[in-house]
């Protein structure tokens, strides 16, 4: 609370008031606001540009404080493990802090530890984070669409799991297995047998940081090669793997000698299924061609039950492939036009699954990645030969038998259920207990507006009783007075007074409502 700051405060604009809140209220809020960071489905551009500048980057903790949680967990003493550990951290965040050590036969690692108590704090912080979602959801209809309690709950588990520092070693394991055979990408090898959730113990990796583009050319690295390697990366990680790094910034790269790139920090990680991954290959051959019809209706695919105005939407989907139909292919930047399509969707209350949030953004942060390392570089030219390739490989003989089968399996599945499921709706008639739920919609809205007429009702019974008690007392002689007048009587009357003016406010306001 700003309170000797409050008319400065309150000229601030309301995204930045967002985010200075957000600072203030500690690292679970500021965590918040980096997630919040990739609805650019829900926040428009100059908010999500606020929530980015929220860093975790917290002063570190004196290793003592760490000794005792790190020890346990090993199950030895610190120097029974590691032939040296340097106490002063080189990086700290809010949940963990990176530590540089060597094992007993001199190789060179990190250790991330997680931070003495910090779950404790981050549990109760999610509970006042979820317990608001909810008021949000419930005193706020206009919010609802956005599904605050469903983001919530989304980034409870996401924080959840980077509280595992094991969790992110897992990671690691399967996004090397993925690169098995690339020899241009490195990814830090894990080394199990030290690392717990509390702790997670990793080669170490030196090279040029991606952030330092003075450093990078100094030591001779080809940008142009860099640039496209890197978008190489992320898009076969989103469409061959389904499975991403969703914070592609510079500042989780390091460049090696051959121009190879070293990824780092695996907290934050995106799966698609293989189905939303046709979903994304459909979306980006019907950007590459032009094609608002299938781009629109892989739009309604994802508004699950919430109602779209479908003419409307498709007649803004037009608009906005009409803007980009006399720019050569070559030339579209695909960060801009997913966020065009985005602020479309915003515009009609799509609410973007949260999977597609996480891949938007990586999309969105790597095309700035490649054109601040190369000035020439274009998305759709790395895009292409991915999404040519992977429509094509819908159409093997391979795939299409084993949709085949897919499809076969679950028709023979229907129907050998099939008897079964009307011999139990059968019986469940004959017993009584065939339920038919209706969904009424506004049925919620008529019960309270029921629940505030009763209240006032039972007020407007109360206060005429006080007036009629109030007027007996009166004539009543003897008691204690005021002003000449019986003191209990006009204790009553400024009562009923008191309540006639709040039941007149009540009306009042909801009638302006």
């Known amino acids: 609370l700003h309170w000797q700051e409050k008319a400065e405060v309150r000229a601030l604009d309301p ?93 060179p690692v990190v250790l991330k530890i997680r931070r003495p108590g910090i779950g404790p704090r981050i549990e109760a912080d999610l509970r006042i984070v979820g317990h608001i979602a909810r008021l949000m959801e419930s005193e706020m209809p206009e919010l609802r669409r956005y599904q605050p309690v469903q983001i919530v709950e989304e980034f409870a588990r996401s924080l959840r799991r980077e509280m595992d520092l094991a969790f992110e070693a897992r990671n690691m394991d399967m996004f090397r297995e993925n690169f098995a055979g690339i020899e241009y990408v490195v990814i830090p090898r894990v080394h199990w047998q030290w690392t717990s959730e509390v702790m997670n113990v990793q080669e170490l990796i030196e090279g040029v940081p991606g952030t330092d583009l003075a450093a990078v050319d100094a030591a001779g690295f080809d940008r142009r090669v860099l640039a496209a390697r890197a978008a190489d990366s992320v898009l076969k990680m989103i469409l061959v793997d389904g499975f991403f790094h969703a914070d592609p910034h510079p500042g989780n790269v390091f460049y090696l000698p051959g121009n190879r790139i070293a990824m780092l920090d695996f907290g934050m990680v995106g799966r698609l299924s293989e189905v939303r991954r046709d979903q994304i290959v459909d979306m980006l051959a019907a950007l590459s061609r032009g094609d ?77 990645y490649g054109r601040q390392m190369d000035p020439e570089f274009r998305m759709v030219a790395h895009l292409t030969p991915f999404v040519r390739r992977l429509i094509l490989d819908r159409y093997k003989p391979r795939a299409l ?13 229907l129907l050998s259920d099939l008897p079964r499921d009307v011999v139990r709706l059968v019986k469940e008639v004959r017993r009584g207990k065939f339920r038919i739920e209706l969904d009424l919609k506004r049925l919620d809205h008529f019960g309270n507006q029921l629940d505030r007429s009763s209240n006032r009702l039972t007020l407007g019974v109360l206060i005429a009783s006080l007036i009629v008690g109030s007027s007996i007392v009166m004539t009543v002689e003897g008691g204690p007075t005021l002003f000449g007048l019986p003191l209990f009587g006009l204790l009553g009357f400024l009562g009923a007074c008191f309540l006639s003016l709040f039941l007149f406010f009540s009306i009042w306001r909801s009638g302006r409502d």
């Open 292 to 368: 608002e019809r299938s781009l629109t209706d892989v739009v309604i695919e994802w508004t699950g039950d919430a109602e779209v105005n479908e003419q409307r939407l498709v007649s803004d989907i037009g608009g906005l492939m009409f803007n980009y139909g006399k720019i050569a292919i070559k030339d579209i930047n695909v960060g801009q036009l997913l966020s065009e399509l985005t602020a479309v969707m915003r515009e009609h209350s799509v609410v973007v699954p949260s999977d597609l949030t996480l891949l938007f953004k990586a999309l969105i942060t790597l095309e700035g």
């Open 401 to 413: 038998a084993r949709r085949a089968e897919r499809g076969l399996g679950d028709a023979l599945d």
């Open 15 to 107: 995204a930045v008031r967002a985010r200075r809140a957000l600072e203030d209220l500690g690292p679970t809020f500021v965590k918040l606001g980096q997630v919040l960071a990739t609805r650019v489905d829900v926040f428009p551009p100059n908010w999500i540009a606020e929530f980015e500048k929220l860093q975790s980057a917290v002063p570190a903790v004196p290793f003592d404080e760490l000794r005792a949680g790190v020890e346990q967990a090993l199950g030895w003493p610190l120097q029974e493990v590691f032939r040296e550990v340097e106490t002063v951290a080189f990086a700290a965040a809010s949940i963990a802090q990176v530590h540089r050590a060597r094992l007993p036969d001199g190789t």
